[in-house]
């Protein structure tokens, strides 16, 4: 069976409520689900609830974008105590870095001459937490551009004429938040902070000298050679494996759910492991292969 450890709802940049995904897990069979909203547990109780009534297991997540040298990265946060009121008050302040770049995003096309207000995109995110994916969607629906894509290449992406940087935490202080709620700390789609995987070795040797605690392997633009690539990181820093789709709905329409086709499936041992070392804590060593 599939697991799925890392999906967006429309409480961040995906267009599914969380009652959709599970919903759309449990039509799938897949045998556990996680919620990974950007910078954000606002979608955390709808998603426990629906899942609880279900016989898919499933485990609350966000993901938090956080610097290390210069270099942005995706740390996936499983199993916190999300009502935990240090972590709100530090999502808080990623939320408040948020609207304060939405702003600059909006002046600078308005200044481009797009006509785009603030409340034009207060109205596009369902839920509250407004990010680039709901501006491109605008310029999308306003024939400003025909793509997505083209939307992040010719405005927002970082270089382009409309991009604004966010306050983001540090990748240890972001660890740290994880750990102090009781969670464990997962670098997100490590294949994709450099194509070449140069920079992978030094980096996650100093991510683990700051305590990560596992490593994203299986995402849908990891090959196999990138996996194993990553598995063998893994084991040389006792790291533990997850996977996920990074299901974004709509807004990201060729990704799919886990189990929803036969092209990407991580196992469901990943789980198992992923709860053993929740419980256990570091001493926690898993078992490889785990994909057998
Ligand atoms: P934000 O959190 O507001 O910085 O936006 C990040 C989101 O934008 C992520 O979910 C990405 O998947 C999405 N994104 C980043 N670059 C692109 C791109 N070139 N095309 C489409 N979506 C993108
Ligand atoms: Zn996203
Ligand atoms: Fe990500
Ligand atoms: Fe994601």
Redesign the pocket.
Same mark, same amino acid.
């Given at each position: 069976m599939c697991i799925d450890l890392h999906t967006?709802s429309v409480y961040?940049?995906g267009t599914n409520s969380p009652a959709e995904l599970i919903k759309i897990a449990v039509d799938s069979d897949l045998h556990a689900i996680s919620l990974t909203d %950007?910078?954000t547990i606002d979608g955390i109780d709808e998603f426990l609830h629906h899942g609880h009534s279900t016989k898919i297991k499933v485990i609350q997540g966000l993901e938090i974008?956080a610097t290390h040298n210069k270099t942005s990265l995706h740390i996936l946060g499983y199993g916190i105590d999300y009502r935990q009121q240090e972590l709100n008050s530090k999502l808080s302040l990623l939320q408040r870095g948020?609207e304060e770049?939405n702003r600059k995003i909006i002046t600078q096309l308005q200044k481009l001459g797009i006509d785009i207000s603030d409340l034009e995109l207060q109205n596009k995110s369902r839920c509250g937490q407004?990010?680039?994916? %709901?501006?491109?969607s605008i310029l999308k629906q306003k024939k400003i551009v025909k793509?997505?894509?083209h939307?992040?290449?010719h405005y927002?992406?970082k270089g382009a004429p409309a991009w604004a940087e966010?306050f983001t935490f540090s990748a240890a202080e972001t660890i740290d938040m994880i750990h102090q709620a009781g969670g464990i700390a997962v670098l997100a789609h490590p294949g994709h902070i450099d194509n070449s995987m140069k920079k992978q070795p030094q980096l996650i040797r100093e991510l683990c000298q700051r305590g990560l605690d596992g490593l994203e392997i299986y995402y849908p633009g990891h090959t196999k050679k990138i996996q194993r690539f990553f598995i063998e990181l893994a084991k040389r820093h006792q790291l533990i494996a997850t996977g996920g789709s990074?299901y974004?709905g709509e807004?990201?329409p060729q990704r799919k759910l886990a189990g929803t086709d036969n092209s990407f499936c991580p196992p469901d041992s990943l789980f198992s492991n992923l709860q053993q070392r929740l419980l256990q804590g570091p001493n926690y060593k898993q078992s490889w292969p785990i994909d057998k």
């Open positions: 967006h961040s940049d %950007h910078d974008c948020r770049r407004a990010g680039r994916p %709901h501006i491109a793509t997505m894509a939307a992040f290449k927002l992406r966010r990074d974004h807004n990201k």
